[in-house]
């Protein structure tokens, strides 16, 4: 167990829908990060925050948008759903960028119908 | 150009016996880091093992060690005595800017190898 939590584990929809997907990150970590992974782009870092501020951005598209809550948690809310869109959704957390971990949760599976 | 090559896709070992899995990576950044992630059927990312550019000796965390060519720009990871258990797909990552304080953490991941121990 990562001490990384997300929910919901499965989730499956239809195109033109909205989903929410949420992430608890390790006690004390203060970084929480975004990576969807498809059988054809493989492991891509969406979007990172830090403590509660935007830090990096990578491949994310304008449809999806995420944020830090003053608890740390995060939210990676993803609209007007594509097929293209299902995918494996992890959240991982670190503490401190010097450190070598970085943990993740067991991921979101969205399937868009 | 990738940054982070895998170039096997699949690999059969036999139980007890080891293996080394291929990463080699392209980066012109000094400070960087280089992890391995194996990620079992039940899709959770799992930590193995870590190297610092600048680190002097090869990591090594239980079974698992990595076998680091700086100039050659690789990065193996070896596992020890395969188990049944070490049958998942296995990610070389890196990551760049260690030292340039921006509080980043940005992985970029490999394609994985497939390793499945056979018994």
């Known amino acids: 167990d990562s001490g990384v939590t997300q929910t919901p584990k499965h989730l499956i929809t239809a195109t033109g829908q909205r989903v929410t997907l949420r992430c608890s990150p390790r006690?004390?970590?203060?970084?929480v990060y975004w990576y969807q992974q498809s059988l054809d782009q493989g492991l891509q870092f969406l979007i990172q925050?830090?403590?509660?501020?935007?830090?990096a951005k990578g491949n994310i598209l304008e449809r999806f948008s995420a944020q830090q809550f003053p608890d740390l948690h995060s939210e990676l809310n993803l609209s007007s759903l594509e097929l293209g869109d299902s995918a494996l959704y992890f959240c991982?957390?670190?503490?401190?960028?010097?450190?070598?971990?970085?943990?993740f949760g067991e991921g979101s599976r969205l399937t868009v119908l | 150009a990738q940054k982070i090559t895998q170039t096997q896709p699949g690999m059969f070992v036999q139980e007890k016996e080891a293996v080394t899995l291929d990463c080699t990576y392209d980066t012109s950044d000094p400070s960087y880091g280089l992890f391995w992630y194996k990620q079992p059927s039940s899709g959770e990312m799992i930590f193995l093992i870590y190297?610092?550019?600048?680190?002097?000796q090869n990591a090594t965390e239980g079974r698992y060690s990595l076998n680091f060519q700086k100039a050659r720009k690789s990065a193996n990871l070896v596992i020890s005595a395969s188990q049944l258990g070490d049958s998942a797909m296995y990610f070389c990552a890196m990551r760049e800017g260690l030292r340039s304080g921006a509080g980043s953490y940005q992985l970029t991941f490999g394609k994985g190898t497939k390793l499945s121990v056979i018994p």
């Open positions: 006690s004390g970590d203060l970084s």
């Open positions: 925050y830090y403590n509660g501020e935007e830090r």
């Open positions: 991982a957390s670190s503490v401190s960028p010097e450190t070598g971990e970085l943990f």
């Open positions: 190297q610092g550019s600048y680190d002097q």
